[in-house]
């Protein structure tokens, strides 16, 4: 998986046919339709601005031209073409759900092919409905690699920090504690956006997507976790003994990813003790 915020193709997930203006010219005119074809050029390459949350504009490269519903409407009917114009306003909005492989207006509805046909011939023409199936699936890929996709918002933001899990500062007696952990995705302090970026799933996240953004420092943490952590939250018990005149803090390592809307608190199994509520464990010191 590459991060890629320029330029990118628009490919039809189940032919590999490709977004493409008729005509395949450098400059097209205004309304110049959207059809799929399986030639690949610099022609064809588009890019994205976002504008508000997930919601932007999808470019033509070369014009400057960004994707609209033919006659600009909102709320454009089933069938409504996708053309390309040159003036920018609300109804030209997209969002690009690589997560569900959608193209999707600001109106609600999705890019298809004309027809539905998992296979359309060369020039079909790129239009707008409320079907959604395997047909209308549409991947965002490199101009380098048509099998490579491209995270068109860019990595998601990253960080980890300890947290206190438990104190008990200078017992008078010994004694076992009982300590319950929560590991996994937090139940209560993820957020879900209500758009889906690519490295969001359920229960966890793509650690791929993720790990590629994040520091060396990091990557190293991403490397001593098990699978428990990226999972859905789950709980552990764990006994600690205490010592009379002992400090024990025990505390977890957290991380936080965010994007956009979404934040996803994972709850890591590495956890780490000191004497003191003011001393937080080194980086890297952990254990299981």
Do not use: C
């Amino acid at each position: 998986m590459k991060t890629m915020t320029l330029n990118f193709l628009i490919k039809h997930r189940s032919s590999g046919k490709f977004f493409h203006p008729t005509g395949g010219g450098p400059h097209p005119e205004n309304g110049t339709k959207i059809v799929l074809h399986q030639d690949i050029h610099e022609h064809m390459h588009w890019t994205f601005e976002k504008v508000t949350g997930h919601w932007g504009y999808i470019k033509h490269v070369s014009s400057g031209k960004i994707i609209h519903p033919e006659h600009g409407s909102l709320n454009p009917g089933n069938g409504t073409k996708l053309v390309l114009h040159s003036d920018r306003h609300w109804a030209a909005l997209f969002a690009l759900d690589s997560a569900n492989d959608y193209v999707i207006h600001k109106g609600g509805r999705y890019a298809h092919p004309v027809g539905g046909s998992p296979n359309p011939s060369k020039g079909t023409t790129v239009v707008l409905h409320s079907g959604v199936h395997d047909a209308m699936r549409f991947q965002f890929v490199s101009t380098s690699d048509r099998n490579e996709e491209v995270l068109v918002y860019g990595n998601p933001t990253m960080v980890g920090k300890w947290k206190m899990l438990y104190m008990v500062l200078n017992p008078i007696a010994e004694h076992v504690e009982q300590l319950q952990m929560k590991i996994g995705k937090s139940a209560t302090e993820s957020v879900t956006g209500s758009f889906k970026y690519k490295w969001e799933r359920s229960g966890g996240l793509e650690i791929g997507i993720v790990k590629a953004s994040a520091s060396e420092s990091f990557k190293a943490m991403f490397e001593k976790t098990a699978s428990a952590t990226w999972s859905s939250e789950t709980t552990r018990t764990s006994e600690i003994r205490v010592i009379p005149g002992k400090s024990v803090v025990t505390w977890q390592f957290v991380f936080d990813v965010q994007q956009g809307e979404s934040r996803s608190v994972f709850q890591s199994d590495l956890f780490e003790d000191t004497d003191s509520e003011t001393k937080e464990p080194e980086a890297l010191q952990y254990k299981r």
